[in-house]
């Protein structure tokens, strides 16, 4: 009795799961004809009731005739024997017969027959297999294998050859070669020849005063679109690089091309495909929602704009069909990229999944009363026609329409006797049958938008694993392990949130197998060192014979028991599939994949991994701030993995949006409380980094600045870890000095974590922030600077430039202007209470003066646009009263001269060695290095605006900065000075091209293989001058570097006044104008003298008699003292 029982319940089960399967033929899915269910109680119990589950025939795959056809086809043009062909030239005729023209005419007829049916052949042969097409055109002469050659026989014979064919040469991956030879070039079939192609194809497209719809049309006329998403990304970011180049002022930037691009192309499927409802078709609104904030600085395209390209599509839609059912299949599998990113409003994560469930829950629920109400409508007029004799299948209802509401209202009595079977049976079969009719069910639910059903099955499954219980783990549950891994990989597609119980299994499937294998856990290396206990005396050993075993032993028993079995039972390899197949998932699939990911690895990091199992929160703290099972990194690590896994195979604006859910949560780890876990996090982005960088970014896209923003991130939050700040440096460092040649928009991010690095409390980040500096600029200068040859040396100063020239001239020279900042940081901080080494503000110093012979050597040119002279921190800030090309002349100077000022006025007080004020004394010397050797490159009207805006205002305020008691000295007489102690400005250097100084740069101890610049050369003579207490004659720095003793040495007494800028710096300072004056202006013309002359003796005498003040500038009255007036007096007679 017991054993019918059994078999009776078995075949109940087997019937359940057997119409489930019948459901899934119904619907086309997968696993309508799986045989693998062993159904043999079910069989007898069908056959007593006459049941036939059996759809209909299966019809023949057209797609696989085709196939086959075109096999026998090529195969029967393979053995075609050609003609030999007869030479392409006839000749000049000569005085023969009229029988020879005669013949020659019908040669050249022949000829020409002969080619057109090589051509028909070749177009034959390259509809089949592109290749094989492509080596006959070769070889019959119609074309060389050369890329330009190539592309522009696409152009000429587009509507001859076959336009899919096209498309996928066009497409084909960047390091692809046409032949296999090793060395061969690129533009002549070696790696990177299908690109080339491609280029020079869009290069001779002109879409130059085209509407953006219509250069589309066009662009996509000559082929048809390939069905992978990575090659559909490649072809349409050349063709936005192209179109942004020839109407540069349509759209900002090539980003917003490239996006607008995805979006006419989606909107065009969406406006014209058949299967999609009149009134689920996209509107004009919705399409302008769809590409809001895509703009320059995240602004809107004009509405006009917009709502002129969705008519024109509605009315004429591009010619867009896919050759057959077969190719059409198959894009559907391997799309990554999918429309439904844009219509959902242009993200991936925009809603919450609390929302989602709801929204979701709401369709469905409508969805089901329309589908309610059609089949009840349907109904009495069935009635009738079975009362009129009619045949009963005459109008009937479609199987995949029925199965729906039928699965709503049997989901869950099914789930309830499938659970009770699982849970109470151990019998194998049972469990077999139970576990095949979780997944048809879960395939239902998915396919049919059913969420509710689908998160409850999958929850189920997830309980019934044990993982995350200290129950000891069977065979059935081992199975439902391997069950829920079969899930994900076969319907990864449609669990959506249902992805979080599947992934959270995978984790402690992960701890069981470490602990197994005897590897010792995250937990082991990522816990915080608890502080030791203070030390109590010992009690002896108590053998209580009637000790109970704890919870805690019977947990860790259950769970060393559980490692050995699925250790034994579930291959690593099943795990990693789960993962690589997010390569197959669609756009929005992947980003709920992401999402559910990070909600796991959050609470594995937490230590409450298992709560999302067991349905019990585990997030009871313990003294280390986690959870109890301690911190785990398993799921960020795979989270990087996934990453990897799509970078390459997703279209840049579907990465754009996934990456920047995935940098917000790297930049959240990188900053977390536990040491381990942000070093990880570090690590992991800089491994991602190096892959994504490998590929160079195209002219006017920022996808670089967009993917190094985590690091800004990390090192902008002054409150993460010191070691954690010093790890972005190092990667910083390691990017530049490896993949400098690949960075575009990736240098302003760069820039801007170096200029964070300065204002770092830790001095060794600050020491490793300059050294990047350095570094670069002595090993990669030739990568920051893309101006070079005839250009850089101005000889073509007269250049038309084209727009995207112009565009690329404007953003170097903002790159350029970081960089400088990025220098003028390391200097130090104004109102800190401690210095910096004064090394590390020399050496930012020196850079100033590379940055001013780049500009002076022209290697660094000046924008073409954009001056402006009101917002010092927007770009093209200039001086104000210049001309137009003047203005723009001096946008790469004035934050170069305006940093260097600020100093010259700072109240820092910094000195070493008996020698005060460093900092004002270095920016004086900076200054004068790049005044004395480029102030010529100055126009009169640009010296007398740096005079007046920048430097003259920055000496007179260090002067009224002097609180020191130096102001309180005179003399009883003027011949009788009590201020003998000021210094007397340095005296004029020698010329740049001088032995001396060529000697002092060959002693220094660098280990740059560039040349020194005329001004960086000065400057490093200067220090080495003020460093070991010279009077300013540069033409012994070389004797004074060749001391050992690098520290700053005073070859007299300390100086009486060391913090006094009058006594330190004024000297210099007012020295530094009359050297412009002799030296530059009165060597020009008499206008020079003229226009500059007054300004600077105007200076002079309001350091011998002062000035009342103006309070219209917020100024207050100033009288100088007896030392700044003897070193006026001084310089006037000068």
């Not at 002109?206 to 250069?215: K, P, R, S, Y």
């Not at 844009?342 to 609390?354: Q, S």
Request: aromatic content about 8%.
């Amino acid at each position: 009795a017991a054993d019918q029982e059994h078999e009776l319940c078995l075949a109940a089960i087997e019937v359940l799961v057997t119409t489930m399967r019948a459901m899934l033929r119904a619907l086309g899915l997968p696993g309508a004809e799986d045989e693998s269910l062993e159904d043999s109680a079910g069989a007898k119990i069908r056959a007593m009731l006459n049941i036939d589950v059996v759809g209909p025939p299966r019809q023949s795959s057209k797609i696989e005739e085709k196939k086959e056809s075109s096999s026998e086809t090529d195969k029967s043009f393979d053995d075609i024997s050609l003609p030999e062909r007869i030479p392409t030239s006839v000749g000049e005729f000569e005085e023969i017969g009229s029988s020879e023209v005669a013949g020659q005419i019908v040669d050249a007829f022949e000829r020409k027959r002969n080619e057109e049916q090589n051509f028909e052949i070749g177009a034959v042969k390259f509809t089949l297999s592109m290749k094989s097409g492509l080596n006959f055109f070769i070889e019959n002469g119609f074309v060389t294998r050369d890329a330009r050659e190539i592309a522009l026989f696409f152009l000429a014979n587009r509507d001859k050859l076959d336009k899919t064919q096209m498309g996928e040469a066009l497409g084909r991956e960047p390091d692809s070669a046409f032949v296999k030879d090793k060395g061969v070039d690129a533009e002549k079939g070696g790696p990177g020849f299908w690109v080339r192609i491609l280029h020079h194809y869009v290069d001779n497209l002109d879409f130059t005063g085209i509407l953006f719809d219509e250069a589309i049309r066009l662009f996509l006329a000559g082929f048809r679109l390939p069905g992978e998403a990575q090659k559909i990304d490649r072809i349409m970011e050349k063709f936005a690089e192209k179109f942004t180049t020839q109407n540069p002022e349509i759209f900002p930037s090539a980003d917003t091309a490239f996006i607008l691009a995805f979006s006419v192309i989606m909107l065009n499927t969406d406006l014209h495909n058949p299967s999609i409802k009149p009134e689920k078709k996209m509107t004009p609104d919705a399409f302008k929602n769809m590409n809001r904030g895509i703009g320059a600085d995240n602004s809107d395209l004009p509405a006009e704009f917009l709502t002129g390209i969705f008519e024109r599509i509605k009315v004429n839609p591009f010619s867009l069909k896919e050759d057959d059912a077969a190719r059409e299949r198959e894009a559907q599998k391997q799309q990554v990229f999918d429309p439904t990113v844009f219509f959902e409003g242009g993200t991936l994560f925009g809603a919450t999944a609390e929302q989602r469930k709801r929204e979701t829950f709401k369709k469905e629920k409508d969805e089901l009363m329309n589908a309610t109400e059609t089949l009840m409508r349907r109904r009495p007029e069935k009635i009738v026609r079975a009362h009129l004799g009619n045949s009963t299948y005459l109008d009937s209802v479609a199987p995949s329409d029925v199965v729906r509401p039928m699965f709503d209202v049997t989901w869950g009595p099914l789930l309830g006797i499938l659970s009770q079977i699982l849970e109470c049976s151990d019998d194998d079969r049972n469990v077999g049958v139970c576990l095949i009719g979780f997944v048809y069910a879960v395939r239902i639910a998915s396919h049919s938008r059913m969420s509710l059903a689908r998160d409850t099955f999958v929850s189920s499954l997830a309980k019934f694993t044990f993982l995350g219980s200290i129950k000891e783990m069977k065979k059935k549950n081992i199975d439902s392990v391997r069950t829920l891994l079969t899930i994900g990989i076969a319907d990864g597609e449609y669990l959506g949130e249902s992805w979080e119980p599947v992934l959270q299994c995978i984790s402690q499937l992960s701890r069981l197998r470490l602990s197994a294998s005897g590897l010792e856990a995250d937990e082991s290396f990522l816990n915080s060192p608890k502080p030791k206990k203070a030390s109590t005396p010992s009690k002896a050993p108590d053998f209580d014979i009637f000790r109970t075993t704890t919870r805690a032993d019977t947990a860790r028993e259950a769970e060393e028991s559980n490692g050995k079995a699925v250790l034994e039972a579930v291959q690593e390899s099943l795990i990693d599939k789960v993962f690589a197949s997010t390569v197959k998932l669609s756009a929005t699939s992947l980003a709920r994949f992401i999402e559910q990911l990070i909600a796991v690895s959050r609470s594995e990091i937490a230590g409450n991994s298992k709560s999302g199992i067991t349905g019990i929160d585990s997030g009871r703290t313990t003294a280390s701030s986690h959870g109890p099972d301690g911190p785990s990194i398993y799921s960020l690590q795979r989270l990087v993995e996934v990453a990897d896994y799509n970078m390459n195979v997703r279209p840049r604006l579907v990465w754009a949006q996934v990456w920047e859910v995935l940098a917000d949560f790297f930049a959240e780890i990188a900053c977390h409380e536990n040491a381990m876990v942000s070093v990880f996090a570090i690590d992991s982005l800089k491994q991602l980094s190096f892959k994504f960088l490998e590929k160079p970014e195209l002219n006017e896209f920022n996808f670089q600045r967009l993917f190094l923003k985590p690091f800004l991130v990390v090192i902008e939050d002054k409150g993460s870890r010191t070691e954690v700040r010093e790890m972005v440096l190092q990667c910083v460092s390691n990017i530049v000095m490896t993949k400098s040649h690949n960075l575009r928009s990736g240098w302003k991010v760069v820039f801007s974590i170096l200029h964070n690095s300065a204002g770092d409390s830790n001095s060794k980040i600050e020491s490793l922030g300059i050294g990047i500096l350095q570094r670069l600029l002595d090993e990669h200068l030739h990568e920051l600077c893309n101006m070079s040859g005839d250009e850089s040396r101005g000889e073509n100063k007269d250049k038309v430039l084209s727009s995207i020239e112009r565009r690329n001239r404007n953003a170097n020279v903002d790159d350029f202007v970081g960089l400088c900042r990025a220098s003028l940081s390391f200097v130090g901080t104004e109102g800190a209470t401690t210095s910096r080494p004064i090394g590390l503000s020399l050496r930012a110093f020196c850079h100033t003066a590379i940055y001013a012979d780049l500009i002076a050597s022209r290697r660094v040119l000046p924008p073409v646009s954009g001056a402006q002279s009101v917002d010092p921190a927007s770009p093209g800030y200039t001086y104000e009263g210049l001309g137009e090309e003047e203005s723009l002349e001096m946008v790469p100077w004035r934050p170069l001269l305006d940093g260097l000022a600020q100093w010259v006025r700072s109240c820092v007080t910094d000195g070493a060695g008996g020698v005060g004020c460093l900092l004002q004394r270095g920016s004086i010397l900076a200054l004068r290095a790049i005044f004395i050797r480029h102030g010529h490159l100055f126009s009169n009207a640009q010296l007398l605006a740096v005079l007046t805006q920048t430097l003259m205002p920055a000496i007179q305020a260090g002067a009224e900065s002097d609180r020191t008691s130096l102001l309180n000295i005179s003399s009883e007489s003027p011949f009788v000075s009590s201020v003998d102690f000021l210094a007397d400005p340095p005296p004029l250097p020698p010329p740049a091209d001088s032995n001396l100084l060529r000697l002092f740069e060959a002693s220094l101890d660098s280990s740059s293989k560039r040349n020194l610049g005329p001004a960086e050369l000065m400057l490093e003579a200067s220090f080495a001058d003020l460093r070991h207490g010279g009077d300013g004659d540069l033409r012994r720095a070389y004797m004074l570097a060749k001391k050992e003793d690098a520290a700053v040495e005073s070859d007299g007494l300390d100086e009486p006044f060391p913090n006094s800028w009058l006594a330190t710096t004024a000297p210099s300072a007012l020295g530094l104008l009359t050297d412009i004056t002799s030296e530059i202006v009165v060597a020009r013309d008499p206008e020079a003298s003229k226009l500059i002359w007054p300004i600077v003796a105007k200076q002079y005498k309001t350091w011998c008699v002062g000035h009342a003040g103006d309070p219209q500038r917020n100024t207050t009255p100033w009288k100088p003292c007896e030392a700044a007036a003897r070193v006026a007096c001084r310089e006037y007679h000068r």
